[in-house]
């Protein structure tokens, strides 16, 4: 069962494809965190919604909001895919091991070792603000993110 609105957010750190280590509770007190988990990269509906949140990059960090994406693929495939992508500014992080913990921990874990899509925005004090799973082949609406973001404001 996925995590609901109000619920503390399980901290994390976890590799990113940017070289770096990525742990949730460095945002606390500074940042909004927009958590989105994908199943795997190198999926045509996972590459539109990472490049979709590139694209709006900007309006995200307007609104002292990050965005982390997440899925059980190895940093070395997650930094190919961002290239292939034509480069990913924001953290592409690895759930790789232990295989789908940070999944396991947020409730979005599936059978076979993937994720459901899944889409959490954590506010500044670290409660999950906005959560929402998606059918797999269904693409996030950014519009939704972005209206649980305002309301943060």
Not at 61 to 87: C, F, N, Q, Y
Not at 119 to 142: E, H, M, Q
Request: proline share 5%; glycine share 8%.
């Amino acid at each position: 069962m996925p995590l609901t609105i109000g619920a503390a957010a399980p901290d994390f750190e976890l590799d990113s494809h940017l070289g770096r280590k990525v742990r949730l509770s460095s945002f606390r007190g500074r940042k909004n965190v927009v958590i989105a988990f994908h199943p795997l990269a190198w999926t045509p509906v996972c590459a539109r919604q990472m490049t979709g949140y590139e694209a709006e990059r900007d309006w995200f960090a307007d609104r002292d909001t990050v965005l982390v994406g997440v899925s059980v693929d190895a940093v070395p495939s997650k930094v190919e895919w961002a290239k292939s992508l034509g480069g990913i500014s924001y953290d592409l992080v690895s759930d790789f091991h232990p295989h789908g913990a940070v999944a396991e921990a947020y409730g979005v874990a599936r059978d076979g070792g993937i994720s459901e899509r899944a889409v959490f925005v954590v506010d500044k004090a670290g409660a999950i603000a906005f959560a929402k799973v998606y059918d797999i082949p269904t693409l996030p609406d950014n519009a939704e993110v972005r209206q649980a973001i305002e309301r943060l404001a």
